[in-house]
C-alpha cells in the first residue's frame, strides 16, 4: 500500500512538473505571439542617467497626449537627481506648481473625437502591460495606407496612437512570408522582418537606445519606491542570514551535549 501511495505521489509529481513546463512554454509562445515581434527590453532603472533622458524623452514626446497623473514633479526630481530648477526649465511644460502631477491640458472628449479613444494614462502602463510589450511597440510602427494615420503596429493591430516617432525612426514597411493553403484557397502570411523605406533622424542604434530610455522612465514611475524596495530586501535578507547562522550555532552549542 505505501509503495502505491509513493508512486501515485510521483506519478501526482511529475504531472505537475509536466504542468508547470507546459504553461511557461505556453506563456513564451503567447509573448512571441504577434509575429515574434515581443522583444526584451533589457532596461535597468539604476541607470540614472537613462532615466534622465527617457523623462526628457516622455515630456517632450508623449505628454502631449499622454499624462502621468500619479507621479508629482517634485517626486521626479529628487528620485532623478534633478534641483527644482532644472525640473521647471526641462521637464515642466503643463505644470504650475513644483508638486502638480504630469497632467496634460487636452480634453478627453476632443481627443476621443480627435483619436477615436482618449489616450491612456502612462503611470502604470509599464506595471499593466510589462516593459517588454512597450519596447516592442514602440519600435514596430509600420506604413499602411489603409489606415487613417497613414501607420498601423505589429504589437498592438489597428491602433489609434499615430507614429510620433517617425522622424527619429523613420518610416518601415512589414515584411511577410507567404504559405499557400492549396486545400482552402487561402495564404497565411507571417511576419519576417521590418525594412526601412524612409530612414529618421536616428541611426538604428541611437533610436533602440532613445526607446529603452523611455521605458526605462516608464518602468520606474510605475513603482518609484521599487529601488527602495529591493535595497531594503537586500538588507533584510542579509540580516536574516546572520540571524540564521548566529541561531544554528547556538543551536548546536545547546544540543551538543545531547544524544
Known amino acids: 500500500m505505501r509503495t502505491d501511495k509513493k508512486k501515485r505521489l510521483a506519478d501526482s ?4 512538473v509536466l504542468a508547470l513546463t507546459a504553461l511557461v512554454a505556453g506563456a513564451a509562445a503567447a509573448s512571441e505571439a504577434p509575429g515574434g515581434v515581443i522583444k526584451p527590453a533589457h532596461n ?3 541607470n540614472l542617467a537613462s532615466l534622465q533622458r527617457g523623462a526628457r524623452n516622455f515630456v517632450n514626446y ?3 497626449c499622454h499624462s502621468a497623473r500619479y507621479v508629482r514633479y517634485s517626486r521626479l526630481g529628487t528620485d532623478l537627481g534633478l534641483s527644482e530648477q532644472q525640473v521647471i526649465d526641462n521637464l515642466m511644460f503643463t505644470g504650475e506648481r513644483i508638486h502638480d502631477t504630469m497632467r496634460i491640458n487636452m480634453r478627453p472628449e476632443d481627443a476621443a473625437r480627435w483619436f477615436g479613444t482618449p489616450p491612456p ?4 502602463i ?5 516593459t517588454d510589450y512597450i519596447y516592442s511597440f514602440l519600435k514596430s510602427f509600420y506604413v499602411d495606407p489603409s489606415r487613417p494615420n497613414g501607420v498601423n503596429n505589429l504589437v498592438l493591430p489597428g491602433t489609434a496612437m499615430p507614429h510620433v516617432l517617425w522622424e527619429r525612426q523613420g518610416l518601415q514597411e512589414a515584411v511577410y512570408d507567404g504559405e499557400s493553403d492549396a486545400e482552402h484557397n487561402v495564404v497565411h502570411k507571417r511576419f519576417k522582418e521590418f525594412q526601412l523605406v524612409q530612414p529618421g533622424g536616428d541611426t538604428p542604434k541611437e533610436f533602440d537606445e532613445f526607446v529603452r530610455d523611455t521605458v526605462n522612465f516608464l ?12 535595497s531594503i530586501g537586500l538588507r533584510v ?8 547562522l548566529f ?3 547556538l543551536k548546536k552549542e545547546y544540543w551538543k551535549d545531547v544524544k
Not at 219 to 230: A, K, S, T, V
Open 62 to 64: 508623449c505628454m502631449g
Open 219 to 230: 518602468d520606474y514611475i510605475g513603482e518609484p519606491m521599487q529601488l527602495e524596495r529591493r
Open 126 to 130: 509599464a506595471r499593466s502591460r510589462g
Open 44 to 46: 535597468d532603472i539604476t
Open 13 to 16: 509529481g511529475w504531472r505537475i
Open 237 to 244: 535578507l542579509a540580516f536574516l542570514l546572520v540571524f540564521f
Open 247 to 249: 541561531a544554528y550555532f
Open 121 to 124: 494614462d502612462l503611470s502604470l
